[in-house]
Nanobody, 128 residues
Framework: QVQLVESGGGLVQPGGSLSLSCTVS????????VGWFRQAPGKEREGVSC?????????YYADAVQGRFTIAEDKAKNTVYLQMDKLKPEDTGTYYC????????????????????WGQGTQVIVSP
C-alpha cells in the first residue's frame, strides 16, 4: 500500500527555519516524482518543490520559495525532506507531499498534475 506521511511542522518566527519530512512506503523512490505542496487558509493549493527521480533527479521550485527552500532525499530512509529557511508569514499553511510514478518535468511536477496518493499534511505557522 502506497503511503506518505508528513512531519516536522510547527510555529516559527519570521526569518526562522523548519525542516519537513515526507516518509514514504509501498513504492520505490527511484521510479517516482515526489512533490511538496501547500495550502493556506482560504486559498487554493499551490506547488512548492518537486523532485523527479525517474528524470535523473531533476528538482523544481516555485518562484515564491526559490533560494529559501531546499528539497532533498534520503532513499535509505525512504524520506524526502523540505528544508525551509528565511520563512515569511506568507509561507503559513498546511504542507502536503504527494507522489507520481514516472518522470514528471517542469510545471507538471510543481503543479502536481496527476499526483497521488497524498499525505495528511503538516501545519506550518510563521508568526511573530
Amino acid at each position: 500500500q502506497v503511503q506518505l506521511v508528513e512531519s516536522g511542522g510547527g510555529l516559527v518566527q519570521p526569518g526562522g527555519s523548519l525542516s519537513l519530512s515526507c516518509t514514504v512506503s509501498g513504492f520505490n523512490l527511484d521510479y517516482y516524482a515526489v512533490g511538496w505542496f501547500r495550502q493556506a487558509p482560504g486559498k487554493e493549493r499551490e506547488g512548492v518543490s518537486c523532485v523527479s527521480n525517474a528524470d535523473g533527479g531533476s528538482i523544481y521550485y516555485a518562484d515564491a520559495v526559490q533560494g529559501r527552500f531546499t528539497i532533498a532525499e534520503d532513499k535509505a530512509k525512504n524520506t524526502v525532506y523540505l528544508q525551509m529557511d528565511k520563512l515569511k508569514p506568507e509561507d503559513t499553511g498546511t504542507y502536503y507531499c504527494a507522489a507520481r510514478r514516472g518522470a514528471v518535468v517542469g510545471a507538471q511536477c510543481i503543479i502536481g498534475v496527476d499526483f497521488g496518493p497524498w499525505g495528511q499534511g503538516t501545519q506550518v505557522i510563521v508568526s511573530p
